[in-house]
């Protein structure tokens, strides 16, 4: 089949296109041996051409200085052949007519046979300008076709295009195609760019107002001032945040109920059997406990993709460059850290646009410190026990602090790591501020699809694997006893737990607290329900019989206040909770971050590093609590 | 409104010299700076329809004619 790939500057409409294109019928995909994603899907049937389209990742020209970019490159240089495209179609935006074309030039000298699709016509159009697209295809020597990225217009054509357009690509690419242009070949283009502009752009005399050129200038006067745009800054991330916290839940109930009621019903049709407990508690449960965040990761994918298709987010990101950059990173790592909040393995994919090695590098070690919403049910636990019998705002606040602190922690950990980095070379963040547009839904919402999509599949494998490995070892060997709190107390886990008790010790908890330590390896929200196991806490045994969660939970809750050490001493006093709160706030316990960290950093030094230090510090610090305490 | 600068010359690492010529900025184009953000950077100038958002070292690669 043949491949065409979407080429063209980040902002031109490209993704859009793509959507129209290809419907919903696209995945993302890494590129092969390489860690950046990229869109690749079939043609709808309806324009009744068979193709697949490779949606690269935006360029300002051919010559990468990011990650991404060396993508685009290397796709279009063919140097894979399960990528390698028979075509090119070139977007670009009207409004940046001349700019734009550069690309054009850059693929043209590659010879790969070229469409180009000029997207921003209806914006270009309140200026009271238009474009003669047979004019320019003639000038250019490739049909060019105009595209309405709202409403589709101009996509039937684009794709009788590609199907009438030759594919014989030519096998040698020049090497001049490859040379970086210098200072007088921009030049040079740029004259040739001023003549097709001259030829091919109609002025018509009544000039109207450019309506959204105007708005972006007075609602950047507002949204880039120092003080109403950090004000607006900080409430647009609020409600971002308000979003994936509480728009969540009713999903996170639903997906909660949904694994737990398949996970009973298995139990009851496989009468209580080893399969049956595999497949409810290891299999199922496992499931249920890496897609119940799924809901707050797709929220968050939404609302980072919303305020990029609005313009916001690029002016967010200029906000936060000079704070940021303080710290040894980027405006860039905003987004990376900002999605750690909810989840730290799609947050360090997204780390992948800073082109400075030493900023992205500084950016994926701070990223586990943001506290990332699996923390949340621990917390919840720990505080509630904390503030048993105070107000309830007590918690809300102490959770607060909690956050506060993480970013101070965070800030302390890149400027000491900063030091060790060597530098590698110039920091660059000169960043394109595009025209503020309505969103465009549906491309939102297929791109929200396909980035969910791709964060299961990639984070998914990981964290279930480890919820079998959790499973199996808090089952045997005793896998027959009938009483589960038995059979945990006597498991692999809980040998593991005696054997390491000397270790928790100084944190002044025994080996039970260490069994929830240890099976918060396979997610952390893990630790409340072992926790709960441990302590013989059980639905048929909770406090007012009617094994909802809250039952369980106020029933752990008392069974916490009257756990003791082996020498008689309480288990849970305020320094151990803080020293635990501290802990988890620190502790790098989510093995699926350290894999997909490893991944993008290519280092085991570095990844070794990270998962040591961030643990041995949140352990030394929860001791420190306990023997200052 | 704002003051136009012309492009005279560039001076500066290679790579950010090639990002500017990338967003437009050539000899002889001239630009607007529109604003600063938050603790005086980046700075946003205008070059033609196009906003972009500059470090001050960034910005220092562009010697505008007095």
């Not at chain 1, 595999?278 to 990761?297: E, K, N, R, S, Y």
């Not at chain 1, 737990?497 to 952390?524: K, N, Q, T, Y």
């Not at chain 1, 709960?532 to 045994?541: D, G, I, K």
């Amino acid at each position: 089949m043949k491949k065409v790939a979407l080429v063209g500057p980040p902002n031109a409409g490209k993704t859009s296109l793509f959507n129209w294109l290809t419907g919903s019928n696209f995945k993302t995909v890494n590129y092969p041996g390489a860690t950046v994603n990229f869109f690749r899907g079939d043609a709808l049937e309806q324009y009744g051409f068979a193709c697949e389209f490779i949606d690269t990742p935006g360029v300002y020209s051919l010559f990468p200085k990011s990650q991404d970019e060396e993508i685009t490159q290397k796709i279009l240089i063919g140097e894979n052949s399960e990528v390698s495209p028979d075509q090119v179609i070139v977007v670009i935006d009207a409004t940046q007519f001349e700019r734009h074309l550069n690309i054009f030039h850059q693929v043209s000298a590659l010879n790969i046979p070229t469409i180009v699709a000029v997207t921003m016509l209806d914006i270009l159009k309140e200026s009271g300008q238009s474009i003669d697209l047979n004019i320019l295809s003639k000038e250019l020597g490739v049909p060019v076709v105009g595209i309405d990225g709202l409403l589709g217009g101009g996509v039937q054509e684009l794709m009788d295009s590609v199907a009438g357009r030759e594919s014989e690509k030519s096998s040698q690419i020049e090497p001049e195609a490859l040379q970086k242009w210098t200072q007088e070949i921009f030049t040079e283009f740029g004259l040739e760019n001023n003549r097709l502009h001259k030829l091919s752009f109609i002025d018509c005399k009544s000039k109207r107002n450019w309506h959204h050129l105007k708005v972006t200038d007075k609602l950047d006067k507002f949204l880039l001032h120092p003080i109403f745009g950090l004000v607006f800054f900080v409430v647009v991330m609020s409600l971002l945040f308000t979003s994936i916290y509480s728009f969540s839940v009713p999903l996170m109930d639903f997906v909660d109920a949904g694994f737990s009621s398949l996970s009973q019903y298995i139990l009851v049709a496989g009468e209580q059997s080893l399969w049956a407990q595999f497949l409810a508690d290891g299999v199922v449960t496992g499931f249920g406990a890496f897609f119940i965040f799924v809901p707050q990761v797709a929220i968050l994918f939404f609302g980072l993709i919303l305020l990029e298709d609005t313009g916001y987010l690029a002016r967010a990101t200029t906000l936060v460059d000079r704070p940021l950059s303080l710290l040894g990173m980027n405006g860039r790592s905003f987004v990376p850290l900002l999605s750690g909040y909810a989840c730290a393995v799609p947050a360090a994919m997204a780390a992948r646009t800073i082109t400075n090695k030493k900023e992205r590098l500084l950016t994926l070690f701070v990223l586990p410190l943001m506290n990332c919403s699996a923390r949340l049910p621990v917390y919840a636990l720990l505080l509630t026990f904390f503030f048993t019998g105070k107000p309830m705002w007590y918690g809300g606040v102490a959770l607060a602090a909690i956050y506060f602190l993480s970013i101070i922690v965070g800030a302390l950990a890149a400027l000491i790591l900063r030091r060790f980095i060597k530098d590698s070379g110039q920091s660059l963040f000169m960043m394109e501020l595009p025209l503020y547009r309505r969103p465009r839904i549906m491309p939102v919402l297929s791109q929200v699809l396909a980035k969910t999509k791709f964060f299961v599949r990639k984070a998914g494998p990981i964290i279930f694997a480890l919820s079998l490995v959790i499973w199996v070892t808090s089952v045997f060997p005793n896998y027959e006893m009938t009483d589960d709190v038995q059979r945990l107390q006597s498991s692999y886990i809980a040998q593991a737990g005696h054997l390491m008790e000397p270790v928790f010790e100084p944190m002044g908890v025994d080996w039970r607290v260490g069994v929830g330590i240890i099976s918060a390896f396979a997610a952390r929200e893990v630790f409340v329900s072992a926790l709960a196991l441990v302590f013989n806490v059980t639905e048929e045994n909770a406090i007012g019989g009617d094994g909802s969660e809250e039952s369980v939970a106020a029933t752990l809750l008392e069974k916490m206040k009257t756990a003791k050490l082996a020498n008689g001493g309480l288990i849970f006093t305020p320094a151990t909770i803080i020293g635990l709160i501290i802990f988890f706030m620190i502790a790098l316990q989510c093995l699926a971050t350290v894999g997909v960290i490893y991944q993008e950093t290519n280092s085991v030094r570095f990844t070794v590093f990270q998962l040591v230090s961030f643990n041995v510090v949140a352990y030394l610090l929860a001791v420190g609590v306990q023997i200052f305490a | 409104m704002y003051k136009n600068y012309e492009v005279e010359s560039f001076e500066g690492e290679e790579f950010i010299l090639e990002r500017l010529a990338e967003f437009g900025f050539s000899r002889g184009q001239s630009f607007q700076l529109v604003g600063r953000s938050l603790f005086g950077q980046p700075y946003i100038a205008k070059i033609g329809n196009l906003k972009v958002a500059l470090r001050a070292v960034e910005l220092e690669s562009i010697k505008v004619k007095v």
